[in-house]
Every structure is written in structure tokens, then in C-alpha cells.
Nanobody, 127 residues
Framework: QVQLVESGGGLVQAGDSLSLSCAASGRRSFVNTLNIAWFRQAPGKERDLVAV????????DYADSVKGRFTISRDNDKLEAYLEMNSLKVEDTAVYYC??????????????????WGQGTQVTVSS
């Protein structure tokens, strides 16, 4: 029903910037009712929320660890979401996933409500 494809990952040095993209496919009127989030998962670790944005509005939320460094945005015409990452740290190294949820905004921090996931893109930050 909804397909998500991430791109933009790569190998960078600490302090560098990187931009990730999430391209969505599906019926526009449906996709644009969904919250879009970025998660990340390091090997052996839990998948954690990085940022989330409501496609029906301008509301955003971020993990404390990325506030002031990362920015989530969207382009509803292109049916894409983005994650601009600045001042990257080694601890940002992970596979980054975009995900979509039709659940209420109040549940946005719960990973279990996201039922559409991309395959992920690797971000590696070296010192």
C-alpha cells in the first residue's frame, strides 16, 4: 500500500553533514495523512526514534540526542521526507530507516505504531 525507500547514507567524518531522503510511493491523498519518522538502529541495539513529522501539519519531534543538529522536513508535492544531519558524531553511526504511521500524533514516539518501513540506509561516522 505504501512503499518507502531511503537514500543518502554513506561514510563521513565526525563533524560533517549528511542529508537523507525518503521517497514514498502510494496514493498521494493517503500518504499525506501519515506521520513520517526516521529511526536508527546500531548493531545489537534497539531501534530508536530520531525524528518525526506530521504530513498533515508542521509538527515535529526529535530525540534529545539530535536536537539542534538534525532537521526533519517534507515535500508533499514530491512525496518525500528528509533528514538533514549536521555536526555528526561517531555515536550517530547506525542504519537509518524511514517509517510511516497513520496513528494519532500522540502515539508518534511508539515504534510499534509504524507499519510501513523502508529497507534502511547505512550512516557511518568515523573519528
Amino acid at each position: 500500500q505504501v512503499q518507502l525507500v531511503e537514500s543518502g547514507g554513506g561514510l563521513v567524518q565526525a563533524g560533517d553533514s549528511l542529508s537523507l531522503s525518503c521517497a514514498a510511493s502510494g496514493r498521494r491523498s493517503f500518504v499525506n495523512t501519515l506521520n513520517i519518522a526516521w529511526f536508527r538502529q546500531a548493531p545489537g541495539k534497539e531501534r530508536d526514534l530520531v525524528a518525526v513529522i506530521s504530513w498533515s501539519g508542521s509538527m515535529t519531534d526529535y530525540a534529545d540526542s539530535v536536537k539542534g543538529r538534525f532537521t526533519i522536513s517534507r515535500d508533499n508535492d514530491k512525496l518525500e521526507a528528509y533528514l538533514e544531519m549536521n555536526s555528526l558524531k561517531v555515536e550517530d553511526t547506525a542504519v537509518y530507516y524511514c517509517a510511516a504511521s497513520g496513528s494519532n500524533w500522540l502515539s508518534r514516539l511508539d515504534s510499534t505504531v509504524y507499519n510501513h518501513w523502508g529497507q534502511g540506509t547505512q550512516v557511518t561516522v568515523s573519528s
